[in-house]
T-cell receptor, first 111, second 117 residues
Framework: EAQVTQNPRYLITVTGKKLTVTCSQN?????MSWYRQDPGLGLRQIYY???????DKGDVPEGYKVSRKEKRNFPLILESPSPNQTSLYFC??????????FGSGTRLTVV | AQTVTQSQPEMSVQEAETVTLSCTYD???????LFWYKQPPSRQMILVIR??????QNATENRFSVNFQKAAKSFSLKISDSQLGDAAMYFC??????????????FGAGTQVVVTP
């Protein structure tokens, strides 16, 4: 089944403890992105990648890191999470000219 | 700056009736893509419909259709014969033009659709 797999679905962590949210797609898509969703703000792009080893900042990149060492994987890294990074996170992938396929989301709470 | 504006935080519709969700966007480009996504309580993001700006014909997908007014920069979604399963948050999205920016979507704040029996 063609899909974007995100893990974990739920995560509670403490301020400053490094964490990684994984994202993997099995559709050989070139483009992958990370978004955060907050009430009243919709989805805002954190980072996106056009292909292996090619990434660019989105609208809200501060406090996040990404890497694209393989085409299928695009992990999101929070080196030192803070409470303002509490949010719902989505990974998504796409081929040029097509709409995005989204993962199931990761609900992150930083206390 | 907000590129995509959804001015209706919530819309209510009765089953079998029609509801229209508004979306406006700001761009100086002539060629771009627009999307509507549905997010039910399961929080999964589901592509409902997409429109290519160079196409004058409005896109349709079963009970979902759009009214694309390029000059007015308006992209409304019409849900006909509403069903209980249509209850969800709906997001309008605009794809920023550019060869390398296919992956850059900007979303509106969303419109919550409530369907009543």
């Amino acid at each position: 089944e063609a899909q974007v797999t995100q893990n974990p679905r739920y995560l509670i962590t403490v301020t400053g403890k490094k964490l990684t949210v994984t994202c993997s797609q099995n559709m050989n898509h070139e483009y992958m992105s990370w978004y955060r969703q907050d009430p009243g703000l919709g989805l805002r792009q954190i980072y996106y990648s056009m292909n292996v080893e090619v990434t660019d900042k989105g609208d809200v990149p501060e406090g996040y890191k990404v890497s694209r060492k393989e085409k299928r994987n695009f992990p999101l890294i929070l080196e030192s999470p803070s409470p303002n990074q509490t949010s719902l996170y989505f990974c998504a992938s796409s081929l040029r000219g097509k709409g995005y396929t989204f993962g199931s989301g990761t609900r992150l709470t930083v206390v | 700056a907000q590129t995509v504006t959804q001015s209706q935080p919530e819309m209510s519709v009765q089953e079998a009736e029609t509801v229209t969700l508004s979306c406006t966007y700001d761009t100086s480009e002539s060629d771009y893509y627009l999307f509507w996504y549905k997010q039910p309580p399961s929080r999964q993001m589901i592509l409902v419909i997409r429109q290519e700006a160079y196409k004058q014909q409005n896109a349709t997908e079963n009970r979902f259709s759009v009214n694309f007014q390029k000059a007015a920069k308006s992209f409304s979604l019409k849900i006909s014969d509403s069903q209980l399963g249509d209850a969800a948050m709906y997001f309008c999205a605009y794809r920023i033009p550019g060869t390398d920016s296919w992956g850059k979507l900007q979303f509106g704040a969303g419109t919550q659709v409530v369907v009543t029996p």
